[in-house]
């Protein structure tokens, strides 16, 4: 059931690319070019979930705000996708931990829309969070990647993931799809709305296409991180800097690590660094830095290559994540790790694939059992 991989975590980072297809299949529709439209975006393909469609039209641009709920892993797909959303769809987008939402007595109206993000479903805290905001009369849109688990079944929507059943406690397959199934309510969402240019749309729905076969090459990292994390068993801390959707991967980086290699791990905004962050930086200190791309976001890659500049002047060890052919980095970086191009919003379901290896391997040279990490369950059903 493994498929011949030694862990439910190793088959699924690999299943990834089949996941995100899956999770597209059927909502981008309408191009020329073939049946699942994305071939020819240019030709009036559109993004188009039939679940919020029968939400209706004006339900959707009586929106003025969403909050995002979640917890874990899945808060960082949601931190992600708020980028996205708020970019296409131009609705103000906060992502808040289902547990602090729920006691801060938050504002709420009909006007809200809660959006909730679980792999499960069943997270205790989550599904209290959609209770109470849907008593509250906000509109409540459920990401979930269990059909017919309790939190889809108390929403208002479900737009599910397909990334099919995710056996290992560390999310990965599950983490991807997550982000994809945001961005895919954000097009639709400024579809509808008026607010995503045609441009933009053909944009995004072009780098959806492209997505299975840059998250298969980004797989193929594999053999280089399994020797990066073989010389690094013995770490004691790691940390990872990213800037604007980065960020949230740079978290997700950190939190696979303390999960399944129980490694103190610290993700950072690169900029927040010389806010006190870069203190901890010694000589050898390991830093991933999640580059991105120089053509496509290029203020924020001259941004993140002074910030490298200044970690590896005080010592540290950096890896760098990088796009295919960006050589600025090169002076600078210990390691490299190379990624298909991809556009400046897409990068993370890219860049937390060798992040996922990592953790996997470092787990794996450690000894520990990487499916089933000590004090951990898949599914967190008590508050
Ligand atoms: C991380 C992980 C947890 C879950 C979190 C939410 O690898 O598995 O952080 O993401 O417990 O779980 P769901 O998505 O089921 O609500």
Redesign the pocket.
């Known amino acids: 059931e493994k498929g011949g991989w030694p862990s439910f975590m190793a088959k699924e980072i690999t299943e990834q690319p089949e996941a995100i297809a899956n999770t597209v299949r059927g909502r981008i529709v309408g191009g020329t070019a073939d049946g699942d439209g994305a071939a020819d975006a240019a030709g009036g393909a559109r993004v188009e979930i039939p679940e919020l469609t029968e939400l209706g039209d004006d339900t959707l641009r009586n929106i003025d705000r969403i909050v995002i709920i979640?917890?874990?892993?899945?808060s960082y797909a949601g931190q992600i996708g708020a980028y996205a959303i708020e970019q296409w769809a131009r609705v103000p987008v906060e992502v808040q931990l289902s547990h602090e939402f729920r006691y801060r007595d938050p504002v709420l109206d009909e006007r809200t829309a809660v959006i909730s993000v679980?792999?499960?479903g069943e997270?205790m805290d989550?599904l209290m969070a959609v209770k109470y905001a849907k008593d509250r009369g906000a509109l409540s849109v459920s990401v979930c990647n269990t059909q017919s688990a309790t939190i889809p079944r108390e929403s208002d929507a479900a737009v599910y993931t397909h990334a099919g059943p995710e056996v290992a406690?560390?999310?990965t397959k599950a983490f991807t799809a997550q982000i994809a199934a945001l961005y895919l309510i954000g097009l639709h969402l400024g579809r509808v709305r008026g607010t995503l240019s045609d441009a933009d749309a053909a944009a995004a729905i072009r780098a959806f296409d492209a997505l299975p076969s840059a998250m298969a090459e980004a797989v193929e990292t594999h053999e280089q991180i399994a020797q990066l994390a073989h010389w690094m068993a013995d770490t004691r801390s790691v940390l990872f800097l990213g800037r604007h959707v980065g960020y949230p991967a740079a978290l997700e980086g950190a939190?696979?690590l303390k999960?399944i290699a129980y490694i103190h791990a610290e993700g950072f905004a690169a900029g927040e660094l010389k806010h006190g962050p870069i203190a901890l930086i010694d000589h050898g200190q390991p830093v991933f830095v999640l580059v991105p791309s120089p053509r496509k976001a290029p203020v924020m890659h001259s941004k993140v290559v002074s910030n490298i500049q200044e970690i590896r002047a005080r010592g540290a060890r950096v890896i760098a994540i990088v796009e295919k052919g960006d050589t600025a980095v090169l002076p600078y970086a210990d390691d490299v790790i190379r990624l298909p191009l991809t556009d400046a919003l897409f990068e993370p379901l890219v860049q937390v694939v060798p992040l996922q290896w990592f953790a996997l391997e470092l787990s794996t040279a450690k000894g520990l059992d990487v499916d089933q990490p000590r004090n951990l369950a898949k599914?967190?059903t008590v508050e």
């Open positions: 979640a917890c874990g892993t899945a679980s792999q499960s997270t989550t406690v560390a999310s939190l696979k999960e599914s967190v």
